[in-house]
């Protein structure tokens, strides 16, 4: 009986870390799918900025004397590489930021609206949308690349949806669920407001480009 007991804990151990690993996964698949998003407006806000700062830096260094032909500063900036490492860095901190929200919390959360209510704030409208987003966007991009694998057919797509379902039902759902029983009591209703600076955007891309009812309605 002993060793029964034994193997029965570690299944049970490694049958709980894998799903918290399957929903990490889930999340940074999700993040992933934004990336690219994230990148293509960096580059554009880079590219405005520097179009409005360069007349104003050229009157500057005419004022200034610099020698004719120099390059104006700005203009010698990677911008394409500048915007690529600033979505990474926007990537990891937001992966590390839902992921958090529930990766230390138990499976099996206790949820009630009275907990809610009482952490009710800034993060915890934000974090939950933003995190649905993403962990929706991850189950899409399963589900694009299991397309991918299978011939083309027309039930390729019928297959790849019901992949996302399942994976959503799985990992998605429980660490949604996950992250909403680990809010605690707020002391104030901008609790996580400087966090969710960085949530709100990318849950907002999460939902218009990594969900794909978007592309159904007329």
């Known amino acids: 009986m ?4 034994t193997l029965d804990r570690t299944a049970g151990g490694i049958a709980r870390w894998s799903t918290t690993l399957g929903q990490l996964a889930l999340v940074a698949l999700g993040v992933h799918l934004v990336g690219d998003q994230v990148d293509d407006l960096l580059l554009v806000s880079l590219s405005a900025m520097v179009e409005a700062l360069e007349g104003p830096l050229a009157r500057l260094t005419a004022m200034l ?7 104006p500063l700005l203009s ?7 915007a690529v490492w600033g979505a990474l860095c926007v990537e990891l901190a937001t992966t590390v930021a839902l992921s958090t929200a529930f990766v230390l919390s138990s499976q099996r959360p206790r949820l009630s609206w009275t907990a809610y209510r009482a952490a009710l704030c800034v993060h915890a409208l934000i974090m ?13 991009s399963m589900a694009m690349a299991a397309e991918d694998l299978l011939p083309p057919s027309g039930i390729a797509p019928w297959a790849a949806g019901l992949l996302a379902l399942a994976v959503a039902a799985r990992f998605g759902l429980p660490a949604w669920l996950r992250a909403i029983g680990a809010l605690s009591a707020a002391e104030t209703w901008r609790q996580g407001g400087v966090l969710s600076i960085l949530l709100l955007p990318v ?16």
């Open 128 to 140: 939950p949308l933003a995190l649905a987003g993403v962990l929706l966007a991850g189950c899409w």
């Open 65 to 71: 004397d610099r020698p004719h032909g120099t390059p």
């Open 203 to 218: 849950g907002v891309l999460a939902w218009r480009h990594g969900v794909p009812v978007w592309g159904w309605l007329p």
């Open 2 to 5: 002993g060793l029964v007991s």
């Open 76 to 82: 010698s900036l990677p911008l394409n590489t500048t």
